[in-house]
């Protein structure tokens, strides 16, 4: 129904930025709510932002808020994490993912039935 590919992801410096990509194909996400989650091996998937499917409300982690901003265009079915300021701590594979209802703000990954494959990203001290 709705495939995912993420794209952007890296080597890049402490305080650097890098902006990753979500394409979908399949079923629009005009009607979905959109998300970027985390993970490091042998740990569990981490929340990182959310956002309608409008745009117009959107949810940060703590450990991400002020320096990560999520975004999307839906005339291009993608959406977009512009990450500042990155940190070492920063350092994971990076996934997309998408559900509905598109009004909905979660942050819990077993919500999410729809799944990119990942971007790594590295930040060296």
């Known amino acids: 129904q709705v495939q995912l590919v993420e794209s952007g992801g890296g080597l890049v410096q402490a305080g650097g930025s890098l902006r990753l990509s979500c394409a979908a194909s399949g079923r629009t996400l005009s009607s979905y709510t959109m998300s970027w989650f985390r993970q490091v091996s042998g740990k569990e998937r981490e929340f990182v932002a959310a956002?309608?499917?409008?745009?117009?409300?959107?949810l940060y982690a703590d450990s991400v808020k002020e320096r990560f901003t999520i975004s999307r265009d839906n005339a291009k079915n993608t959406e977009y994490l512009q990450m500042n300021s990155l940190k070492p701590e920063d350092t994971a594979v990076y996934y997309c993912?998408?559900?509905?209802?598109?009004?909905?703000?979660?942050?819990?990954?077993?919500?999410?039935?729809?799944w990119g494959q990942g971007t790594q990203v590295t930040v060296s001290s």
């Open positions: 956002i309608t499917w409008n745009g117009g409300r959107t």
């Open positions: 993912a998408t559900r509905f209802p598109g009004h909905e703000l979660v942050a819990a990954a077993s919500e999410y039935p729809y």
